[in-house]
């Protein structure tokens, strides 16, 4: 089992809708999630960080995190062509430094 | 403040070449880390250090690559003897030692023909 995992994608929505982008982890102590955007051809850019069960909300988009399900998730409300990316999901590992990825989500907007 | 920065941007290399990449994190983190990606994948962890200290290195990383950070402050990655499968983006990142948040660097881009 990958320890954190996410569905590749192509996900494809409309202008303006609700994009859900999913993500499970293996680590059950683990504290600390992070969803990067990721520009074709570009680095990962932090855009969310989430520490505690329940949502957090940051502009359009909001975290979801339940750590008795191992589940974090990423709601991009008002969907904009400029939001077309791969995201990824991150863990650390043991409670350590380094980061765990999952092999992200690509996400196309269609005008 | 300027964001992690990372250099060069690109490099194309002859297999068996050696190549070196310089990265400068944050001037306040202390933790600075190497990834390595490839096409449709997630950034895979190679070492990270916390101030000039390596504490971790990952079992893929194989003795062909070493990095340093002598001072505590910029890092360096080198992979000998270079090999077509080591075509990848490079990132380095960086983050406080209290918060894990880590920020990324433009990445290198190495391909070896």
């Known amino acids: 089992q990958k320890e954190v995992e996410q569905n590749s994608g192509p996900l494809s929505v409309p202008e303006g809708a609700i994009a859900s982008l999913n993500c499970t982890y293996s680590d059950r102590v683990s504290q600390s999630f992070f969803w990067y955007r990721q520009y074709s051809g570009k680095s990962p850019e932090l855009i969310m960080s989430?520490?505690?069960?329940g949502d957090k909300e940051d502009g359009r988009f909001t975290a979801q995190l339940n750590k008795a399900s191992q589940y974090v998730s990423l709601l991009i409300r008002d969907s904009q062509p400029s939001d077309s990316a791969t995201y990824l999901c991150?863990?650390?590992?043991?409670?350590?430094?380094?980061?765990?990825f999952g092999q992200g989500t690509e996400l196309s907007v269609k005008p | 403040d300027t964001g992690v920065s990372q250099d060069p941007r690109h490099k194309i290399t002859k297999r068996g070449q050696n190549v070196t990449f310089r990265c400068d994190p944050i001037s306040e983190h202390n933790r600075l880390y190497w990834y390595r990606q490839t096409l449709g994948q997630g950034p895979e962890f190679l070492t990270y250090?916390?101030?000039?200290?390596?504490?971790?290195k990952s079992r893929l990383l194989s003795d062909r690559f070493s990095a340093e950070r002598p001072k505590g402050s910029f890092s360096t990655l080198e992979i000998q003897r270079t090999e077509q499968g080591d075509s990848a983006m490079y990132l380095c990142?960086?983050?406080?030692?209290?918060?894990?948040?880590?920020?990324f660097g433009q990445g290198t881009r190495l391909t070896v023909v």
């Open positions: 990142a960086s983050s406080t030692e209290l918060n894990t948040e880590a920020f």
């Open positions: 989430i520490y505690s069960n």
């Open positions: 250090f916390q101030n000039e200290a390596q504490l971790e």
């Open positions: 991150a863990v650390p590992y043991n409670q350590g430094g380094k980061l765990i």
